[in-house]
Nanobody
Framework: VQLQASGGGLVQAGGSLRLSCAAS????????AGWFRQAPGKEREFVAA???????YYADSVKGRFTISRDNAKNTIYLLMNGLKPEDTAVYYC??????????????????WGQGTQVTVSS
């Protein structure tokens, strides 16, 4: 499984970005997917996940602002981020794996990772 994240960039507080994660054909029709982020000096933290068939999960810090979605035909998952805040600044990683519900928020439950894309939110 290969994952390729893209869509990061520099945005002002209150702005929006959409991250994409392209995968090998069939990946997201078989695997659950998640987005994690890691800020400098901090541990990688859960952001959002989508579990087959289409149940979504969000960190409290992004609930109501971020939306995860999946397009199986394009083998891509998306993270639409609205109302961005400076504290959202981090490298964002997409991940995929056969993840049980109780582990969707756990990074080590995913065994396939993309390379990360930088999101910087200026105040």
């Amino acid at each position: 499984v290969q994952l390729q994240a893209s869509g990061g960039g520099l945005v002002q507080a209150g702005g929006s970005l959409r991250l994409s994660c392209a995968a090998s054909p069939g990946t997201f029709s078989s695997y659950s997917a998640g987005w994690f982020r890691q800020a400098p000096g901090k541990e990688r933290e859960f952001v959002a996940a989508i579990k087959l068939p289409s149940t979504t999960y969000y960190a409290d810090s992004v609930k109501g602002r971020f939306t995860i979605s999946r397009d199986n035909a394009k083998n891509t998952i998306y993270l639409l981020m609205n109302g961005l805040k400076p504290e959202d600044t981090a490298v964002y990683y997409c991940a995929a794996g056969r993840v049980i519900t109780s582990s969707v928020r756990t990074a080590r439950a995913y065994n396939n990772w993309g390379q990360g894309t930088q999101v910087t939110v200026s105040s």
